[in-house]
């Protein structure tokens, strides 16, 4: 299992991990497909989760989630989420039971390609750049 403030962006569904969902918000249309975006969160980071079809309906703050093969990258919106995509698995596993901290979040870093020396691969691997936030510009903090 990986904690969220290991995540890096790929174009890869390698994350495995477990997190609670704080806030969730409004679903909306985009395109044929239902979505919504969600405030998760571990012991070491908080990230924007997005969700698709039946999933935003399926799970509630407060909800336990484990995510296998989910994906950390740029939906359309050009936004930096964490999501299962289409190879990937979300579900419950519990409820209200876990320590979590809302910052920093992964979503609300800048994150830059670092240059790489070898044309044999197609990924970039990613570096932290700047921190555009401290915590969720869209899910403001908890007080």
């Known amino acids: 299992m990986q904690t969220l403030?290991?995540?890096v962006p790929a174009?890869?569904?390698n994350i495995n991990s477990k997190f609670?969902?704080?806030e969730k918000g409004r679903a909306t249309l985009e395109g044929q497909h239902k979505t919504c975006l969600a405030l998760v969160a571990d012991e070491t980071a908080a990230v924007h989760f997005q969700m698709w079809g039946e999933e935003c309906d399926a799970f509630e703050a407060g909800d336990i989630l484990s995510l296998s093969n989910g994906i950390f990258?740029?939906?359309?919106?050009?936004?930096?989420v964490l999501r299962a995509g289409k190879r990937g698995k979300v579900h419950?596993?519990?409820e209200f039971t876990m320590a979590f901290v809302e910052t920093p979040n992964m979503s609300e870093i800048r994150w830059v390609p670092l240059p790489s020396h070898n044309t044999n691969t197609n990924?970039?691997?990613y570096v932290q750049d700047?921190?555009?936030?401290?915590?969720?510009r869209i899910f403001p903090p908890m007080n």
Do not use: E, F
């Not at 990258?73 to 050009?78: K, P, W």
């Not at 700047?130 to 969720?136: F, G, K, N, R």
């Open 130 to 136: 700047a921190v555009l936030s401290p915590h969720s």
């Open 11 to 13: 174009a890869q569904n």
């Open 92 to 94: 419950k596993v519990g």
């Open 5 to 7: 403030r290991d995540i």
């Open 73 to 80: 990258s740029y939906n359309r919106n050009n936004n930096l």
């Open 123 to 125: 990924a970039a691997t």
């Open 20 to 22: 609670v969902l704080l």
